[in-house]
């Protein structure tokens, strides 16, 4: 548990038990209250979308070290954000989890793809297969540097679908990212899901920016 779990506040550095699982009660008080009130409206292609929190503040930066410093013990709490924000919602549980991929080369560099570890997680706790079934064909250039036309475009050209994706008609498909703002990337992304015929694509994201 302890490896999952660490001894101090993943948002504000305060030492904690265990038992607290990675937040303070301050904090875990903020971000839940953020929870019940964030709206988020789902891109054209995607069915529902919920994310955890906003990005800002502690959270962000928390984040941005799983990123950045190479910090993936902050893994595992926000993932449990996730799922309760999920539960939140009244949101069923879906037949499949997949993830936005992270170009090879990236991945390489960084050690992890968060966005699959948040879904390899999520599939743990709920008993839902996780299934890889996209693609980042180009090593483009980072979103967040982009305008919102420049997203579109770049998500247009950045994404496959995996060729070994199998049947999907009638299926519930969960499709998770670390975080969404203008939803030019999910939205690009669940177009090319669409093509197997899935009855709903929802979307989880750790942060809405």
Same mark, same amino acid.
Request: proline share 6%; net charge positive; hydrophobic share 40%.
């Given at each position: 548990m302890s490896l999952l779990? =660490?001894? *101090?506040?993943i948002l504000c550095g305060q030492t904690i038990s265990e038992q607290a699982?990675?937040?303070?009660k301050a904090c875990r008080a903020q971000i839940e209250t953020e929870m019940q009130t964030l709206t988020c409206y /789902? =891109?054209?292609y995607v069915s529902d979308l919920v994310c955890a929190a906003q990005y800002r503040g502690s959270y962000r930066a928390?984040?941005? *070290?799983?990123?950045?410093? #190479?910090? /993936?013990y902050?893994?595992? =709490?926000?993932?449990?954000?996730?799922?309760? +924000?999920?539960d939140w919602h009244q949101m069923p549980l879906p037949d499949v989890i997949t993830c936005v991929p992270m *170009?090879?080369? #990236?991945?390489?560099?960084?050690?992890?793809?968060?966005?699959?570890?948040? +879904?390899?997680?999520?599939?743990?706790?709920?008993?839902? =297969?996780y299934v890889p079934?996209?693609?980042?064909?180009?090593?483009? *250039?980072?979103? +967040?540097?982009?305008? +919102?036309?420049?997203?579109?475009?770049?998500?247009?050209?950045?994404?496959?679908?995996?060729?070994?994706?199998?049947e999907l008609t009638g299926q519930h498909i969960l499709l998770v990212d670390d975080i969404v703002t203008t939803g030019a990337t999910v939205s690009h992304c669940a177009q090319l899901l669409r093509e197997k015929k899935p009855e709903k694509i929802w979307v989880l994201a750790a942060a809405k920016a």
């Open positions: 779990f =660490p001894a *101090h506040c699982r990675g937040l303070c /789902p =891109p054209e928390a984040l941005l *070290h799983i990123k950045y410093a #190479h910090e /993936p902050r893994l595992y =709490p926000i993932a449990e954000l996730m799922a309760q +924000a999920w *170009h090879g080369w #990236h991945k390489f560099r960084r050690g992890f793809n968060q966005s699959e570890e948040f +879904a390899k997680y999520l599939s743990e706790m709920w008993g839902v =297969p079934m996209l693609q980042r064909k180009l090593c483009s *250039h980072k979103q +967040a540097r982009l305008s +919102a036309a420049q997203r579109q475009e770049n998500a247009a050209r950045s994404f496959v679908r995996r060729k070994d994706v199998g």
